[in-house]
């Protein structure tokens, strides 16, 4: 007999695929850097878990598939989000479009040698991204890695946190291993309590958590 492992292909030794589904869960934001003259601004996208996907797809053999999860506009700006994952080999067939909102805007400023961020994220269409819990678990479907952040819950509404982790515990039951990294933004929630309470309600659905990063 074979083993087999989960993921999107069947694998047995001596096969010649094997493959993993490597799911990111998060807010992806347009990045606005200054670009070495007075008022002129350099545009990127960028975002922890965003960040993460892209890694692990320049990384990892092609026998692992790495998606994305996040909720975006219909916009120019969205748009190019989607093209631009694509095109680096992200899977993002379980992005959800809105038609209301669009994605995230922050800049980075350097004064002195010190950077500061500033951030337009309130109406962001990432903040819906756990609204629908059929649609999470349709993205969670089969993974063998699902990965999300601090940041992640930070964004959401209190209904928004519960679906997502509850989607992550119906995922975990089916076998996917969770990998949450606590990413600690104070600014994000209302205060110390509410933080702490967030983090440790999504750590309670890893299997796997990281180091926690206090900016």
Do not use: C
Not at 107 to 119: M, P, Q, T, V
Not at 124 to 134: F, G, N, Q, W, Y
Not at 171 to 178: F, K, L, M, Q, S
């Amino acid at each position: 007999g074979g083993t087999a492992w989960r993921g999107t292909g069947a694998v047995a030794p001596g096969g010649t695929r094997i493959s993993w589904r490597i799911i990111s869960i998060g807010e992806a934001l347009l990045e606005l850097s200054a670009a070495g003259e007075t008022d002129l601004w350099r545009l990127g996208i960028a975002g922890d878990t965003f960040n993460t996907a892209w890694y692990l797809r320049r990384l990892l053999p092609k026998a692992f598939s790495v998606d994305y999860f996040t909720r975006v506009g219909t916009g120019e700006f969205s748009q190019q989000m989607l093209d631009f994952l694509a095109a680096e080999g992200v899977g993002t067939g379980h992005i959800a479009r809105d038609p209301r909102r669009e994605i995230g805007l922050y800049a980075i400023s350097l004064k002195n040698g010190e950077r500061s961020f500033s951030y337009w994220r309130d109406t962001s269409a990432a903040k819906l991204l756990a609204d629908d819990p059929a649609a999470l678990d349709r993205a969670l479907a089969g993974a063998r890695v699902a990965y999300f952040s601090g940041i992640s819950v930070a964004i959401l509404s209190d209904q928004g946190r519960a679906n997502l982790r509850a989607a992550l515990d119906r995922a975990r039951a089916d076998g996917t291993t969770v990998v949450f990294d606590p990413n600690l933004r104070p600014r994000l929630w209302p205060d110390a309590g509410a933080m702490r309470a967030g983090i440790e309600a999504a750590a309670g659905t890893q299997a796997i958590a990281e180091a926690a990063a206090v900016p």
